[in-house]
């Protein structure tokens, strides 16, 4: 049982480069969600999903698309990245639909540095 | 505006308690977590209380006020291994959850 599982763990992109971040849970959890972290901030919600086909923004949607085509892969793909999006990225997963001990799941974090 | 405030450094002695707060402010409540975070790794579950009152789970208890937006993270026999960040994170109305910036624990010998 992996859990979540999050790659790459590093990448280096150059100003306007695309890229996807790859998320995969082997847990069967109908929710899963794209956070970024930054230095002296809380996590902050990019998007979520609630189950395959489902997508909907959280906090700090602009400049990140996701998709939801099966239960167990939730990408996150940076259009066109920005300097400002440097920052540790992490998958999450859970079983509940939002309500009640809505325990977390993450995956490793992916280190992304936009020059 | 919602808002999780915590401490951002704490400092302890191995063997010591230590108290970690939370306090906030946030559209509604469902439920008040934390989480441990070892520098370069990811976030894992420490407890959630949803109700006023003190959950305990081994050597870690959790706290909770709703009249008072408080909450507390209590860590007893310290051991080097919780040198980490905690962070707070209450769920809104909205069952989002809002997250603190963490506090960072360090533990000297």
């Known amino acids: 049982n992996a859990g979540v599982t999050q790659t790459p763990k590093f990448q280096v992109l150059k100003t306007g480069q695309s890229m996807t971040l790859q998320c995969a849970q082997d847990m069967n959890h109908e929710y899963m969600s794209w956070y970024r972290q930054d230095p002296g901030m809380g996590l902050r919600l990019i998007h979520y999903s609630v189950g395959a086909g489902i997508t909907d923004q959280g906090e700090v949607p602009n400049g990140y698309n996701v998709s939801r085509s099966t239960t167990e892969d939730f990408p996150l793909r940076l259009l066109s990245a920005a300097p400002s999006q440097t920052s540790v990225y992490f998958c999450?997963?859970?079983?509940?639909?939002?309500?009640?001990?809505?325990?977390?799941?993450f995956g490793a974090g992916s280190r992304l540095t936009v020059l | 505006g919602q808002n999780i405030d915590q401490p951002t450094e704490m400092t302890a002695t191995e063997g010591a308690i230590v108290q970690i707060n939370c306090t906030y402010q946030t559209s509604g409540f469902n439920g008040l977590f934390w989480y441990q975070q070892h520098a370069g790794e990811a976030p894992t579950f420490l407890s959630y209380?949803?109700l006023d009152g003190l959950e305990e789970k081994g050597r870690f208890s959790s706290f909770l006020s709703r009249s008072k937006g408080y909450s507390y993270l209590l860590l007893k026999e310290l051991q080097m291994k919780d040198s980490a960040s905690y962070l707070c994170?209450?769920?809104?109305?909205?069952?989002?959850?809002?997250w603190g910036a963490g506090t960072k624990l360090i533990i000297k010998p």
């Open positions: 209380n949803v």
């Open positions: 994170a209450v769920m809104d109305s909205n069952y989002q959850l809002i």
């Open positions: 999450a997963s859970t079983h509940q639909g939002g309500t009640g001990a809505n325990v977390l799941t």
